[in-house]
């Protein structure tokens, strides 16, 4: 299937107290241009979200929002430097010592607690591959979620271009029709000119016949059509292989306006100029759908 290049997915998963939300948001673009939006203490897993966003998603700028939370304290810890609390309580002593029985030596835990750097409060150490590979996981839901949105638009699109095409090829059917015609058209108006012109004098035959092969030589479509013919059996292809197949179709539309424009150029019949001009517009709306496209 197609894709859209727009787009948009959620993920969210919570792993003991770590609540992980990570949001996708895609706009049009000609390449791929991915950015991760993330805290800072988790850039570590920068390149790797990249990596994975990459192999999901082919064109588009893609804009990837990491959200990281914990519930309470759980992320910190409260350690004792019991070296640094001897040292004080021998410091203590001391001075009880000094102060010859003068000084109560009665201390409290809370009293020692007070002291520099006696208690530290630090966040608990992560196991760095561990938290990467969770951040992974939830972005593997948002990808999920990003690209069902995208297949949906996808195939909207892709089924309004099919519905244009159709009408390309019902006009483009009646301009093959109506080609023939023009041919006969100009030699009837040729040999009443030249009845006109000559009145009573014989006309040459031959002359007129050659004058109406020329002329349909110089109107003649039939390669245009059939390359048109082509073109379109060309996009109806590429779209039920499916996948990242904008850039062919955006080619692929080129090719169209250039056979379109050389039948326009080459008939001079109001008729077929209708059609042409119907073509074309039909023919700028595909482009512009196809733009949307991954």
Do not use: W
């Not at 804009?63 to 309470?72: E, K, L, M, Q, W």
């Not at 195939?155 to 109506?178: F, H, P, S």
């Amino acid at each position: 299937m197609v894709k859209s290049m727009t787009g948009y997915g959620r993920g969210e998963l919570s792993f003991e107290g770590l609540q992980v939300t990570v949001e996708l948001r895609a706009v049009n673009n000609r390449y791929l241009d991915c950015t991760v939006k993330m805290p800072r203490a988790y850039i570590f897993a920068e390149d790797a979200m990249k990596t994975k966003v990459q192999a999901g998603v082919s064109r588009g700028k893609v804009d990837v929002f990491v959200t990281i939370t914990r519930s309470g304290g759980d992320d910190m810890v409260v350690t004792v430097n019991e070296e640094l609390a001897k040292s004080y309580v021998d410091a203590l002593q001391a001075l009880c010592e000094l102060g010859r029985g003068r000084v109560k030596r009665e201390y409290r835990a809370t009293d020692l607690a007070r002291f520099p750097d006696v208690l530290t409060v630090e966040k608990r150490a992560e196991d760095l591959e561990q938290v990467k590979e969770r951040l992974l996981t939830v972005l593997d839901l948002a990808i999920e979620d990003f690209n069902a949105m995208r297949a949906t638009e996808g195939a909207r699109l892709a089924a309004d271009i099919l519905d244009r095409a159709n009408r390309i090829e019902e006009m483009l059917g009646r301009v093959e029709v109506r080609s023939p015609q023009t041919v006969a058209d100009y030699r009837a108006r040729l040999a009443a000119k030249m009845q006109e012109i000559l009145q009573n004098v014989q006309i040459d035959e031959g002359r007129l016949l050659t004058e109406a092969a020329i002329f349909a030589d110089k109107v003649a479509v039939d390669e245009e059509t059939v390359r048109l013919h082509s073109h379109l059996g060309q996009l109806r292809e590429l779209l039920a292989a499916g996948g990242a197949v904008g850039r062919k179709l955006d080619f692929l539309i080129q090719e169209f306006n250039r056979e379109t424009n050389t039948i326009g150029s080459k008939c001079s019949d109001l008729e077929i100029t209708r059609y042409v001009v119907d073509m074309k517009a039909e023919i700028e709306k595909i482009r512009e759908q196809v733009q949307n496209l991954e």
